[in-house]
């Protein structure tokens, strides 16, 4: 993996542990917070859960609060992974795909290669509450946002720009063209904003939104905006998010799985490392992440493929926020 941005952090969180004792800080990928909590994923997750949890406190509702924890990181000018500004495919375009849940009703609404529109989770929420449909794609997503409200503007900044026209100089194919990741993930990178929130009523909300693949083929939809994919959601189970190769990981459906094995009353934590472990039991070899909480807090993460450890999730209550680093140790990659 070529992921600046995830290598810095990883290299920083092993120094860190390191400085002490030698071997990583005591592992908390799972621990229970009490309600109302916002649970983000990645480095963007303590960002994301601060913006979100003034809804929490104010008595709002959890879908209010997964929407301003993920337009949060859609509209950050910085991040190359989510949003506006990243991730160009094949032909150099930025396009997002996003899903939500709103658990009471379980109404789901999501968009697959939205393109010239920044806030995908926006559009996401609008097909789930205007429509009856669940899932909306390409120029007709677009075509959509605008019916609905929402600004057609480029997806393009001089960043994605500049990565693009360095990749199209080397003027190889994408990657996306090479074998199935069965000896090695070959992914340039790759990142999500999963976001699971529970509100003072006790209602739950799940979403997430990505760029999804770096130069992946134009049309290319991933896991993000399918449910029981990319997140999955149960009102009275709990949720659970996913990032990483999502071409790999929608043919398991892991956060169904997941949210399925914690209905059953097993911890998040072995709840996702089970889900991955279905996949790398198929012989894939492949950088994911599943991040989870149930209903009455209990949170817990599994991850393979990222060695440097720089998976992590960001639980915020109002004893504040905690950031949740999840070892790669659980579940072992095949080979
Ligand atoms: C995708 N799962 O589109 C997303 C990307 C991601 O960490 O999550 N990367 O494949």
């Not at 995830?6 to 030698?22: E, K, L, P, S």
């Not at 996401?124 to 605008?146: C, N, P, S």
């Not at 009523?201 to 997430?208: I, R």
Request: charged share 20%; aromatic share 8%; with cysteine.
């Amino acid at each position: 993996m070529k992921t600046s941005r995830r290598g810095f952090m990883g290299a920083a969180a092993i120094a860190a542990t390191a400085a002490g004792t030698g071997l990583r800080a005591q592992p908390k990928e799972s621990g229970r917070v009490d309600g109302p909590f916002v649970l983000t994923t990645w480095d963007f997750g303590p960002g994301a859960n601060e913006t979100a949890w003034p809804v929490l406190a104010g008595g709002g509702s959890a879908l209010d609060a997964v929407e301003h924890s993920i337009n949060h990181v859609e509209l950050l000018p910085d991040e190359y992974w989510v949003g506006y500004g990243g991730v160009p495919n094949e032909v150099g375009e930025t396009t997002l795909d996003a899903t939500i849940l709103w658990g009471p009703t379980h109404d789901w609404g999501g968009v697959g290669c939205l393109k010239r529109v920044k806030r995908a989770i926006s559009v996401a929420r609008k097909v789930m509450e205007e429509t009856q449909h669940t899932l909306i794609v390409g120029d007709d997503a677009t075509r959509f946002a605008v019916r609905m409200g929402f600004e057609e503007t480029s997806l393009t900044n001089l960043r994605s720009q500049a990565a693009w026209e360095k990749w199209a100089a080397k003027g190889v194919k994408t990657d996306a063209f090479d074998p199935e990741p069965m000896d090695a993930d070959r992914l340039a990178g790759h990142d999500t904003v999963g976001s699971i929130a529970v509100d003072a009523h006790g209602n739950l909300c799940v979403g997430c939104s990505t760029n999804g693949r770096e130069f992946k083929i134009p049309g290319r939809v991933g896991d993000s905006p399918v449910p029981g994919a990319g997140a999955y959601g149960d009102q009275f189970v709990g949720g659970a998010v996913a990032t990483g190769n999502g071409d790999v990981m929608m043919r398991f459906l892991p956060t169904y799985h997941t949210v399925e094995l914690m209905r059953q009353g097993m911890p998040p934590q072995l709840a996702a490392e089970a889900a991955l472990k279905r996949i790398t039991d198929r012989g894939y070899k492949f950088s994911g992440g599943i991040a989870a909480i149930g209903i009455d807090g209990r949170y817990g993460g599994a991850q393979v493929g990222w060695d440097d450890g720089g998976f992590s999730f960001s639980v915020r209550n109002r004893e504040g926020n905690r950031r949740v680093w999840v070892s790669p140790e659980p579940v072992s990659q095949p080979g």
